[in-house]
RNA sequence: GGAGAGAUUCCCGAGCUGGCCAAAGGGGGCAGACUGUAAAUCUGCUGGCGUUGCCUUCGGUGGUUCGAAUCCACCUCUCUCCA
């Protein structure tokens, strides 16, 4: 069987290591407990943290055992890493809450029964730590020329960097000690802007247990542009279905850039290289083929195949012929409410397709709406009972791909 | 703690010798054309509403004035330099 560590380098994961023979030579040795690190800051996972929890899968179908580290400690305090602003804090409930929706996610794709994955919480040593203590057994180790050298911290220094921010870098190496402690973990792996506050866990279990620990940073999932990949304009593309739809986070795989599709072909679903390699190598609109299975494959993945087919079936139905299969987002409108018509601009408000009247004028001046696939023409269209079809409902679209469902009840 | 500088619409950033400012320019976004549900390009739009007009915006609160993003006072926050 392969090594998972040239697995993971031919799919393109592995962006800096701390000793890259070794860690290969160790994976390919042993049953390694590793850990990744996730700040429960949101209720649901988004699409940036997909990499990370492909490689996780990655690792444990190679036999090792993840760590899936919960900073509900650390997100009291907020990472410095490549943020500009100083993120919020969030109470303990709160925290308690994302991480228990985090974990449901994560399940999609790591397999935690009879100990094959650990779900950790920093918060269980970070919070009852002991300053003085802290500092003399573990602050003693970091050097803060040091520490000031790390580019993350270099690029906060010119906009201001608060000591509590300054502390992430201790906290999250003394968390890699105590998994190191507790199970052995002997790896830890993260975004590549971690890559500072790994080698600080490195280093201080080497300092304190004398022992040997290993880090590896992952590429950053992000656009041809170099955007983050999974941004959009209206927030984040989420893991959960009440965030995000799967519809939408259909649309949003089929919809991504060209020279992008082979990336993430590599580093988020599982096909096999070669399959990956033969939809790469596909041109003009036959690329669109490898666009469809990659978005198939992921939201079969994160919601399950019967939600990826009807996102499928949906997007195929309502781009080739404009017919009217329904798993598009739907709004149910009461049929009291449209008695005598509705007007088109209210219409726009309650489908959420425009946040205003004035920006809905503004679509049906541009020409960029559409009710049963016919332009609509004048801001005083108006919709009624009739115009539904015979199971009541109604397809209206908005520029050239987003299509909404009106629903009559 | 002391001395300065600043806070403008989604972001950056003009305006700040008071009316011509819903506020230049750029970015982003949205729509249209072209196309492959891609990219690039070109065009238009981009506070709200009852849209030839009206209403609420220029850190907050008061004040001066016929009229304030623009002037004054106080407050809050941010940054820079000094300690």
Not at 29 to 49: C, M, N, Q
Not at 57 to 76: D, E, N, Y
Request: aromatic share 10%; glycine share 8%.
């Amino acid at each position: 069987m392969k090594n998972v560590y040239d697995i993971l380098k031919e799919r393109g994961f592995i962006e800096q290591a701390t000793h890259e023979e070794q860690i290969r030579e160790l994976l390919g040795r042993e049953k390694v407990v590793f850990y990744i690190g996730f700040d429960p800051t949101a209720d649901s996972l988004h699409v940036g943290h997909l990499l990370q929890m492909i490689a996780m899968a990655h690792m444990q179908k190679a036999g090792h055992v993840p760590i899936v580290l919960i900073g509900g400690g650390t997100a009291m305090v907020g990472d410095p890493s490549g943020k500009t602003e100083m993120r919020m804090m969030l109470s303990r409930e709160q925290i308690q809450n994302n991480a228990r929706k985090f974990k449901k996610q994560f399940e999609r794709l790591i397999d935690f029964s009879n100990g094959r994955a650990i779900m950790a919480d920093n918060a269980d040593w970070l919070l009852d730590l002991n300053y003085i203590s802290f500092l003399r057994d573990i602050g003693r180790h970091f050097s803060v020329n040091r520490m000031l050298t790390a580019e993350c911290y270099r690029q906060r220094l010119e906009t201001g960097l608060t000591f509590l921010e300054f502390n992430y870098m201790l906290m999250q190496s003394y968390d890699f000690l105590q998994l190191y402690r507790k199970y052995g973990c002997k790896l830890q792996m993260g975004g590549n802007d971690q890559w500072s506050n790994i080698i600080g866990g490195v280093e201080l279990i080497r300092k304190v247990e004398g022992a040997e620990a290993y880090g590896l940073t992952f590429t950053l999932l992000t656009t041809s542009e170099g955007k983050k990949m999974g941004k959009t304009e209206a927030g984040a593309i989420w893991l959960d279905p009440e965030k995000t739809s799967p519809y939408d986070f259909y649309q949003y795989w089929r919809n991504v850039d060209d020279k992008d599709v082979v990336k993430c072909l590599s580093l988020l679903t599982f096909l096999p290289m070669e399959e990956v390699r033969r939809l790469g190598s596909l041109e003009g609109a036959q690329i669109n083929r490898a666009k469809e299975i990659l978005a198939f494959e992921l939201t079969k993945m994160i919601h399950g195949e019967d939600e990826a087919k009807k996102a499928k079936a949906a997007a195929q139905a309502l781009f080739s012929s404009g017919s009217d299969i329904t798993s598009a987002p739907t709004t149910i409108i009461n049929e009291r409410d449209i008695r005598g018509g509705i007007g088109i601009l209210d219409i726009l408000l309650l489908t959420g397709l425009a946040p205003s009247k004035s920006e809905g004028r503004r679509l049906i001046q541009q020409g960029g709406i559409y009710v049963k696939e016919k332009r609509v023409d004048s801001i005083d269209f108006r919709i009624y009972e009739q115009d539904f079809d015979d199971s009541k409902n109604l397809i209206i679209r908005k520029g050239k791909k987003i299509y909404h469902v009106v629903k009559l009840q």
